[in-house]
């Protein structure tokens, strides 16, 4: 099963062409299951929508409810922003958590879960977008406690790990990546561990998902802040990461898709 966990970057910088850039990856890929975050919809458009409609997928898509704290930032009120899912399965449950934040950072980060109707399988699986304050650690601990939960409460009981992708914010060694993976510090919620896909990649392996070659990334460092997380797997080795690397890093016909680079992870689903 191949997942993928992208940051579209919303509406700004020249978002029609970077739109088709976007798709033309997609489509190159061609994944399983996508998380998204930061996606747009305006009226009776949404990017979740139209890319789910050329590539033939299900889509699922949970607004943000505090849209106009970006909107702000473009100068048009009729966008909103929020988090997506792609499927190749039907989507047969929905659930969508409001993360914790101050008001004065609280600009409608949600935590999005599907439940997918997979082959042989429901695959319980997530995406999110935390806070992106440089200094708002101690924050973003909270809202992975919270994140943790909210999985604990959705991932249900059958045989495949919950899948948990998004744009955490957050570098591998801090202390929220830590926490919500439990197994470098204790879990965020007892008994539930989440290993990071990207343990399995090759140590030369480019990780950056967040890397000022992209001309959209201005002063900063290269950092891997986007992740696909996985439950211990299930019998059998089911859920078991076979191979992870990113895509959407470089320009397609001379546009970049996005601020972020995607990652992508093979994982084990118990097809012969």
């Not at 990856?25 to 949404?46: I, K, Y």
């Not at 744009?167 to 007892?190: C, H, Q, V």
């Not at 992209?214 to 211990?232: C, E, F, K, T």
Request: hydrophobic letters at 45%; one cysteine or more.
């Amino acid at each position: 099963m191949r997942v993928v966990t992208w940051n579209l970057w919303w509406r700004f910088g020249p978002w029609a062409e970077r739109q088709k850039a976007i798709l033309a990856v997609l489509r190159e890929l061609r994944p399983d299951v996508v998380g998204l975050q930061e996606v747009w919809s305006a009226g009776t458009e949404n990017l979740a929508r139209w890319l789910a409609s050329e590539l033939g997928l299900h889509w699922a898509w949970a607004p943000s409810p505090a849209s106009e704290r970006w909107q702000r930032r473009i100068g048009d009120p009729g966008v909103e922003v929020g988090n997506a899912v792609l499927s190749r399965w039907p989507v047969i449950e929905e659930a969508v958590l409001r993360l914790p934040a101050p008001e004065d950072l609280d600009d409608g980060r949600l935590a999005f879960h599907t439940r997918l109707a997979g082959p042989s399988y429901d695959i319980p699986f997530f995406t999110t977008h935390l806070t992106s304050a440089p200094d708002a650690s101690a924050l973003r601990c909270q809202q992975v406690t919270a994140l943790a939960e909210f999985v604990a409460a959705h991932r249900g009981t059958g045989a495949f790990p919950p899948v948990v992708t998004g744009d955490f914010n957050a570098w591998p060694d801090s202390d929220e990546i830590r926490l919500f993976g439990g197994y470098k510090t204790a879990p965020a919620a007892p008994g539930q561990l989440f290993l990071d896909a990207w343990e399995y990649a090759p140590p030369t392996a480019p990780s950056a998902t967040w890397d000022p070659a992209n001309p959209y990334v201005h002063h900063s460092p290269p950092a891997r802040i986007d992740y696909i997380h996985v439950g211990l797997p299930g019998a059998g080795g089911l859920g078991h990461v076979r191979g992870v690397r990113r895509a959407g890093d470089g320009p397609v016909e001379g546009v970049w898709p996005s601020d972020h680079a995607a990652v992508v992870a093979e994982l084990a689903d118990g097809a012969v």
